[in-house]
């Protein structure tokens, strides 16, 4: 389905019935990443997805894609389907953008599950600004490569062709977000990630060219003190095979939040995706428990 949020076209799906729940995708991803959560959840939620400004078949818009703007559009959609408060999960630049939501709408979020989160790694307050942002770039790179390996990249930019084994080296890529050996013990996990990510460039390449790294710039340079704003109920679960954001990047974050629980699952960045059994019994209790 698709609604007028913020002056462009949002495409949404809800399932289920009760108390609001909203998931929040990562970059590059969309709104299917989170099927079996939402089989998992609307039981007992009425369960929202939807696809972050250009992706999935949200349009783009017209105007530069700031944190403001992926917050407010959120909002618009809240508004557009008469949600007045929501337990909100996101991942990774999700996460992001929950916290941002947070930040500018606290009355409309019941309760955060920021998951595969990359803030606890850049809001160290002894950081240099300069490390910080190399450290950031670092991340975005990651984040990024599944979309064009770096070599692909070089050859694009020098007129060059790419190697014939570019694809191997884009599976690679894709592998990292997962634990080691699961493309060889779960090989339609990999598949079904790399099918959403060819869907996605699709409809990219219909709207216009889209560079996510921008969105999670926008996203990830959050000060570190409104964090300290933070007071609702909040779980953050990290995979401890992630070799984006590693479990000990929540170490920093913890004293913004004054109710907060860590949990870390033996999964890789796409946590949900790889264990969601025991991605689902964790975020249920949370979400079902009147306080932590």
Not at 120 to 146: K, W
Request: charged share 20%; aromatic share 6%.
């Amino acid at each position: 389905m698709k609604t007028n949020a913020n002056k462009i076209m949002v495409n949404y799906e809800v399932q289920g019935s009760g108390p609001w729940f909203t998931l929040i995708h990562g970059a590059s991803n969309n709104l299917d990443v989170w099927s079996q959560q939402v089989e998992a959840f609307s039981p007992y939620f009425s369960t929202l997805t939807y696809d972050i400004r250009g992706h999935g078949k949200s349009d783009l818009g017209t105007e530069p894609v700031t944190a403001d703007i992926l917050v407010d559009d959120l909002q618009s959609l809240f508004e557009a389907l008469g949600i007045s408060t929501s337990t909100v999960l996101g991942h990774s630049m999700g996460a992001e953008l929950a916290i941002r939501f947070y930040l500018k709408y606290p009355h409309m979020v019941d309760k955060l599950i920021l998951c595969n989160s990359i803030m606890g790694a850049l809001l160290s307050e002894q950081e240099p600004p300069q490390s910080r942002i190399n450290r950031c770039n670092g991340i975005m790179g990651a984040l990024l490569s599944e979309q064009e390996p770096p070599q692909s990249k070089i050859n694009r930019e020098h007129g060059r062709s790419d190697n014939p084994n570019s694809s191997l080296d884009r599976d690679s890529k894709i592998a990292r977000f997962f634990s080691p050996g699961l493309a060889q013990s779960k090989p339609e996990v990999i598949e079904r990630f790399k099918e959403m990510l060819t869907s996605n460039r699709n409809q990219r390449s219909q709207q216009g060219h889209l560079h996510p790294g921008g969105m999670v710039g926008e996203l990830i340079h959050a000060p570190s003190g409104k964090l300290r704003q933070v007071t609702c109920p909040t779980l953050i679960i990290s995979g401890l095979n992630d070799m984006i954001v590693r479990p000990s990047a929540v170490e920093p974050v913890k004293k913004y939040f004054s109710n907060m629980q860590v949990k870390t699952i033996p999964a890789g960045h796409h946590s949900f995706i790889e264990l969601p059994e025991e991605f689902n019994r964790i975020a249920l209790d949370f979400a079902l428990r009147k306080s932590i």
